[in-house]
């Protein structure tokens, strides 16, 4: 039973690093479908693909940090300039 789940784990752990691949590279043809199936069956190219998936998915997170970062300054910078110029018309 447990080297079965060992198994079932590792398969889903591969699936869930193909499912990531492939919408690291927008989508994928049957022929490139295909040509996915064969490198998985490489242990050395299924660690390699891991690592550029995972090294794409912290890119991904930092863009995401950064924008949401960006956006809380300019909504900040236009509290800030909207305070300025009311003070300046009322005064």
């Known amino acids: 039973m447990t080297f079965w789940q060992e198994g079932r784990i590792k398969q889903e752990r591969i699936s869930d690093i193909k499912y990531h691949f492939i919408l690291m590279n927008g989508g994928v043809t049957s022929a490139g479908l295909?040509?996915?199936?064969?490198?998985?069956?490489?242990?050395?190219?299924?660690?390699?693909?891991?690592?550029?998936?995972?090294?794409?998915?912290?890119?991904?997170?930092?863009?995401?940090?950064?924008?949401?970062?960006?956006?809380?300054?300019e909504e900040k910078n236009n509290e800030l300039n909207s305070q300025t110029s009311n003070k300046n018309s009322n005064g």
């Open 34 to 73: 295909d040509s996915i199936e064969s490198w998985f069956r490489d242990p050395d190219k299924v660690k390699f693909i891991e690592s550029e998936v995972r090294a794409y998915e912290e890119r991904v997170q930092e863009t995401a940090r950064a924008l949401d970062q960006k956006r809380r300054l």
